[in-house]
């Protein structure tokens, strides 16, 4: 077995940080444009392996497994391992056809049971994944299958697009940690804790990726900085607080994401409780007025220069950027007098001259968490905490455990952070139906009319006849969960993804990336090459 490269650059990283004073890492190289290897440090490594019945693959490409469909860069809907498919009328039976010339790395070939056994396996794993709108899959030849639903339910595409395709004749209980797919890449070496790497697969029907070897070396931030500067890694993903640092042969790539910031508002009044007995709602935050002055206060474009380093973009919704963005929503912001306007027609007023409205003996002061460990959220929290003061407003910061907000999250402000390529995640964060369940619509939000539109967007029978419900929810010219209708957010920044480049390796057409989990900037994996010099 190889040598893991990680003991190796260990090594290198204690003796560079000895000579790190000297000005010049020594870094600078001369890339062999035709060398076909790369080292990466780009994500975390998968707690469950590379299953994606286990949920590999959910926040960028499987790498290993081929998907049915595959998003373009401009996120339009695009075949894989499909060659189409067709929804019933009913909108209940979706029908796919696939490729013929598909095969596993094994050489074996993938036909419709493989598919079938896919989304079995996937149904019943106990994973991050939600099949459970999933009736059966029925075989109807070697190269159709047909998905039956329970009801119709628009965002069941997702699944075909993120969903990798398992071989029914060699799927066990190792299949996480040995996988056999039909990508573009197969996984040659796992050492846990350290690294990964993979060889591009000869089997693959699809266009051949330059690169025939790619490790995936496991680092924390700091150290695949380090790894960056000691010219050890081909890229390496870092935070906004390393951005200003120049690295000589490498280069910032800042790839826009749908990686959002916001804080969550209970939306009821106090006095009901959960089943597990936690308290739900806050008399503060209950009222209309006091979440439409704080989202028109903050000044955003402020929170994306002063606390991401200007790497980002103000964030307005759960999908900004997106195809079922409404664009109607956006606002001016930054605008404390009118959040003073709007506290004043609320009777909100300072009755004893502390500085802090007070309303029917109620002060406008509440607590908004965030996770300890998180930097940014605990900037942004602060920031946000600072930008209100000035309406009459008193937010108390305080940094928690996960566990702990858990259990105060349905009655204080959360700092939380979304961002899918699945539209369904407006659905879990706004619907009445979720109000409550796990870390989704945590604030108990209600609006019958949004409702109205979510349950339609999910009936529709396609994505465009869908994206008109979307859209609609947020902001029909009345209502919507928009700042313009209910305001049960404050969705502060999306932050972009930065990623320190070999100067010679050109990363393809990137598209917005999803909230950072997995390694999203795999998706065009098979695009990348070196510049001709």
């Not at 460990?373 to 407003?393: C, E, F, H």
């Amino acid at each position: 077995m190889k040598k893991p490269i990680i003991i190796i650059l260990a090594m290198v990283l204690l003796l560079f940080a000895g000579c790190s004073n000297s000005g010049n890492s020594g870094s600078e190289k001369h890339i062999d444009t035709t060398k076909d290897e790369l080292i990466l440090a780009v994500g975390n490594e998968p707690e469950t392996g590379f299953d994606p019945a286990l949920g590999w693959g959910q926040y960028g490409s499987p790498l290993f497994q081929s998907t049915l469909l595959k998003r373009d860069h401009d996120l339009n809907v695009t075949y894989d391992a499909a060659t189409g498919y067709e929804v019933s009328d009913n909108g209940k039976v979706w029908t796919v056809k696939l490729r013929d010339d598909v095969v596993f790395s094994d050489g074996k070939p993938l036909r419709a049971e493989d598919v079938q056994f896919t989304y079995e396996t996937a149904l019943t794993s106990d994973s991050v994944l939600d099949l459970n709108i999933l009736d059966k899959v029925v075989v109807k030849d070697p190269v159709t299958v047909e998905f039956h639903l329970y009801e119709a339910n628009s965002t069941f595409l997702h699944s075909l697009l993120t969903l990798g395709i398992i071989p029914k004749h060699s799927y066990g209980d190792q299949y996480a940690e040995n996988p056999i797919g039909s990508g573009p890449y197969k996984l040659v070496q796992w050492d846990k804790g350290q690294q990964i790497i993979i060889e591009s697969n000869p089997n693959y029907y699809g266009k051949r990726p330059f690169f025939k070897r790619i490790t995936f070396l496991f680092l924390n931030e700091d150290a695949a900085f380090a790894a960056a500067k000691a010219g050890q890694v081909d890229m390496a993903y870092i935070p906004a607080s390393f951005s200003k640092n120049e690295v000589p042969g490498m280069v910032l790539e800042s790839i826009q994401s749908v990686d959002n910031r916001g804080i969550m508002f209970p939306y009821v009044s106090s006095g009901e409780k959960t089943d597990d007995g936690q308290e739900i709602g806050n008399d503060v935050t209950a009222d209309i007025a006091i979440r439409k002055a704080i989202n028109v206060a903050i000044d955003r474009d402020a929170l994306v220069d002063g606390i991401l380093e200007g790497y980002g973009t103000p964030g307005y919704s759960a999908a900004d950027g997106l195809p079922w963005f409404n664009e109607e929503t956006k606002f001016e912001d930054g605008d404390v007098n009118a959040g003073k306007e709007i506290l004043a027609k609320a009777d909100w007023k300072d009755k004893n001259g502390d500085g802090v409205l007070e309303k029917d003996g109620l002060k406008a002061a509440f607590t908004l968490l965030y996770p300890a460990s998180d930097v940014t959220r605990q900037s942004l929290a602060i920031a946000v905490a600072d930008m209100v003061k000035p309406l009459g407003i008193t937010i108390n910061v305080e940094g928690k455990s996960w566990d702990e907000i858990e259990n105060l999250m349905h009655s204080n402000a959360v700092m939380m952070g979304w961002g899918s390529h699945d539209p369904i995640e407006i659905y879990n964060l706004f619907s009445s139906k979720m109000a409550g369940m796990d870390y989704y619509n945590s604030g108990f939000y209600s609006n019958p009319k949004v409702d109205e539109y979510l349950e339609k967007a999910l009936l529709s029978k396609n994505e465009q006849e869908a994206i008109g419900y979307w859209k609609k929810a947020q902001w029909d010219g009345a209502t919507g969960f928009s700042l313009k209708g209910d305001a049960p957010w404050a969705w502060l920044v999306n932050i972009d993804h930065l990623y320190l480049v070999n100067e010679n390796l050109n990363i393809g057409e990137q598209r917005i990336q999803p909230h950072g989990h997995g390694w999203p900037i795999t998706d065009n994996l098979v695009d990348w090459k070196w510049d001709e010099k």
